[in-house]
């Protein structure tokens, strides 16, 4: 099935009262993992890179690989730039077919960040790629796996301005800041639903939960009825193929690297499709 981007697929969540994962992928394994639990599943994906695990890859070759395997599947896919903060970054990932990129400018002022996002908007939009971005801001470090991150309610999304920055930017999707962390969370995770309501309120493009760590499985159920249509999830995912890792190398038996790789990629997978469940995407089947 064709490559899609998030303005063809965020809108069908939205209809349908689901959210699409957006699985980040690091390298070949764990993009298979997604790829083979979102398509035995029959169940549309956001297969992410994010800029930050670009040092981890030869990019150009891990995009034609992703294009080539996304191409081959029954099942729509969105194939994403995730925490790109620089426009050299983009031009790149739009050179290269990415379908979809975010351009995180959520750290700057607000005018920076609308004024860039609105030039990311008008570049993506030319080469037929949609655009996300986040307003207010999400804490802690993108790929972050070590140090807890605590919320900082003066970076929660104001309602009001997302719906300037939208009508300013004219972006696809919208990332918000309503208590969730990227990375490990310090604490107990704390939704601010009624905050999710009035942003949800102020504007009607698709909205997006960065930082899923740490959220039960009623928690992301809770914010997709409030309005989240697209859902961010790696740490967990990530931390899951280690414990597997973990698990064989603790057995005392001898093991070959594939063996590593196959544990790994087993546990992701089965982590994927368990999010998928969780997130309502097979509403979006057929």
Known sequence: M?????????????AKGCAVGSFNAADHSMAEAILQASAELS????????EVHFRYLDVPAFLRYL????ESLRIPVVIHLDHGT???TIQQGLDLGFSS???????????ENAALTKRVVQLAHK?????????????GGEGNLTDGTEVDPANFTDPSQAA???????VDALAVSIGTVHGPYRGEPKLELGLLAEIRAQTAVPLVLHGGSGLSA?????AIAGGITKVNFFTENSLAGVGAVRSLLGQGRPVGYPDLIAAAKAQMKAVVAQQIEVFGTEKLKG
């Open 127 to 139: 080469y037929g790629a949609s655009v996300e971005a986040e307003l207010g801001h999400v804490e």
């Open 86 to 88: 620089r426009l050299e």
């Open 2 to 14: 064709a490559i899609v981007t998030l303005r063809e697929l965020l809108p069908q969540a939205q």
């Open 43 to 50: 169940s549309p994906v956001i297969l992410s890179v994010a």
């Open 101 to 111: 990129v975010m351009i995180d400018g959520s750290a700057l002022p607000y005018s």
């Open 164 to 170: 300037q920055f939208v009508a300013e930017t004219n």
């Open 67 to 70: 294009r080539d395997r996304a």
């Open 218 to 222: 009623q928690d992301f159920r809770n």
